[in-house]
Nanobody, 117 residues
Framework: QVQLVESGGGLVQAGGSLRLSCAASGSIFSSSRMGWYRQAPEKQREWVAL???????NYINSVKGRFTISRDNAKNTMYLQMNSLKPEDTAVYYC???????????WGQGTQVTVSS
């Protein structure tokens, strides 16, 4: 059974940092590209960062140099270190395999990140 549990969100001032965690079930995590997505109010969910099983990473341009994705395969856990946060980073953050589609694939509850100006 697929399980995805995101945590670590919160309220932070612009310029601050947060570290998100994602605990994933082995069936989805072990051999999958994994990623972080986010959904801001009244916007579509978007992909933010990805990491392959071997550790290669990629990011959307708006977070490059500020966010770092990592994974611990032994713990089936993935992380997103977010530095120099901006108000436009405010969103609910989700983790999932790549690709994952809203309405087709299972999603966890997400974790809210709010960045105040």
């Amino acid at each position: 059974q697929v399980q995805l549990v995101e945590s670590g969100g919160g309220l932070v001032q612009a310029g601050g940092s947060l570290r998100l965690s994602c605990a994933a079930s082995g069936s989805i995590f072990s051999s999958s590209r994994m990623g972080w997505y986010r959904q801001a109010p009244e916007k579509q969910r978007e992909w933010v960062a990805l990491i392959t099983p071997s550790g290669n990473t990629n990011y959307i341009n708006s977070v490059k140099g500020r966010f770092t994705i990592s994974r611990d395969n032994a713990k089936n856990t993935m992380y997103l270190q977010m530095n120099s946060l901006k108000p436009e980073d405010t969103a609910v953050y989700y983790c999932n395999k790549l690709p994952a589609v809203v309405g087709r694939d299972y999603w966890g509850q997400g974790t809210q990140v709010t960045v105040s100006s």
